[in-house]
């Protein structure tokens, strides 16, 4: 909860424009199949061959990452068109507004080749944020350190900051802030607000009442920053503070947006104050605008949060009537709000819909029928819903495994639970290990006194990397209860880089009075 509160708040900070402010703005788009800007004055659409041509058509049209954009610009010059630097500004904030950032990218390198294109420091800016999120960290910095030291102002130190908070690199981006204040250019809150999203993300709460006050020294603070600041208190559930706060913006004369309520709506939800959130719910409601989309699906799970099953319907139905097409986001966020207030026949509806006309085919949005019906203890449907995914071409994923070899864990089916773990840690790259999982696994196969069972989940988990004492230890205790004695059981500890404890000892000492058993095939 607290990382999505972050990222509704740290939206509004990321430097967007081209000019030579940096805006703070958040704007996100919705899913369809065509682009609508507003290019040229008026609103077109990219993909439509009504309306007039112009080069932000031209360049939004570009779809395929290996189509170039400089030769896009080439032609239409070639033509005898004039290229204006605030129509290209214009074009490369709405190709990073769809994500098109490659394109973006080469739009700002062909400008600053161009004799007749002045260039301020805040599409220097833009054009170090680009390089950082299309060839990584190290490029972006090679870019700033080759900039002339005219150019190293505010807005370029920031956009570096903005590119360490992203990678998560404290050191480096407290270093830089150490340089900016030594400069002089702390003077307004953005990089602040860089900064606390950094030391939230990564779980320093500690540093940021101090960066607050800090900030307070040299510049006022902004609604990001009350937002942020908020969604701390919102994390460990502190409603005076989060209402001082709110006090605190009101009288500094800043307008509480729909991020501000939001997270106190939360706040009052976590601590059972129904009135209390219902209230700043009315008043998020009054804040948010067919422009912000996202506003739509907070409202539903707050809502949701609250039990209000026919607001949630309200909602959902004001969203359909707004947008032409629902997102995947939407339709996660509207599916797993109705399967948490038992509406399991309209999850199901709108799942069907979504399969019906999804191109993207996120195996997120399947996953969630997939636990209710395992959650509901329906495995047979949970297999059969299974099966229908792979028919629709829905790719299983680490979770679609994960959630099959907990299915069959509460029927004790152990075979069907290797089966499926298998799958699941070989599914990724590098499994992230679940250890209560691991527990419920080897309580149930202690329970049965399954030996063979036990040795097949030690080989499971020692591909996947994770052997510990407590493992070998649950093996154990398979031996004791099935009267068995296990063979080589210090060596391959040992092999296994594994520590033995004391109950492990008393383990061995207790099996090596039992009858031996041969060495299961696969195990040394």
Known sequence: MLLRLIRRSYAAVRPLSTEASTAVKSTRSGGGSSITTSLEGGTSTATSTRGRDTLGRRLLSLIYAKRSAVIAIRRWKEEGHPVRKYELNRIVRELRRHKRLKHALEVCEWMRVQDDIEL??????????????????????????????????????????????????????????????????????????????????????????????????????????????????????????????????????????????????????????????????????????????????????????????????????????????????????????????????????????????SVTKDTRIANLILAAYINRSEMENAVDFHNRMVEKGITPSCTTWKLLTRGYLKQKEMDKVLEFFKRTVTSVSKWDPDAKMVQEMFHVVEEQGDIQMAEQLLVTLRHAKYVNTEIYNALLRTYVNAGKMPMIVTERMKKDNVEMDEETRKLIGITSKMTVTEVPNGVA
Request: charged share 25%; glycine share 4%; aromatic share 10%.
């Open 120 to 357: 301020l420091s805040g599409d220097y800016a833009v054009h170090l944020d680009l390089i950082a999120k299309v060839r990584g960290m190290n490029s972006a910095e090679k870019f700033f350190e080759d900039l002339p030291d005219k150019l190293k102002v505010q807005t370029t130190c920031t956009a570096l900051l903005h590119t360490y908070v992203q990678h998560k690199d404290t050191a480096k981006a407290e270093s830089l802030m150490e340089k900016m204040s030594e400069c002089g250019f702390l003077k307004y809150p953005l990089p602040y607000n860089h900064m606390l999203t950094l030391y939230i993300s990564q779980g320093q709460l500690e540093k940021v009442p101090g960066l607050i006050q800090e900030l307070k020294k040299h510049t006022s603070p902004d609604i990001v920053t009350y937002n942020l600041e908020l969604a701390v208190f919102a994390s460990q559930n502190n409603v005076e503070a989060a209402e001082k706060a709110f006090l605190e913006l009101k009288k500094a004369k800043l307008d509480p947006d729909w991020i501000t309520f939001s997270t106190l709506t939360n706040i009052y939800i976590k601590s059972s104050l129904q009135d209390k959130a219902k209230s700043t719910l009315r008043e998020m409601e009054k804040r948010i605008s067919r422009k912000g989309r996202t506003a739509y699906a907070s409202l539903i799970s707050l809502h949701t949060n609250l039990q209000s099953k026919d607001e949630v319907f309200r909602i959902w139905k004001e969203m359909r009537s707004l947008f032409r097409k629902v997102n995947d986001t939407e339709y996660s966020c509207i599916i797993s709000s109705l399967l948490k207030l038992d509406e399991f026949g309209e999850a199901m509806n709108l799942y069907t819909e979504w399969e019906a006309g």
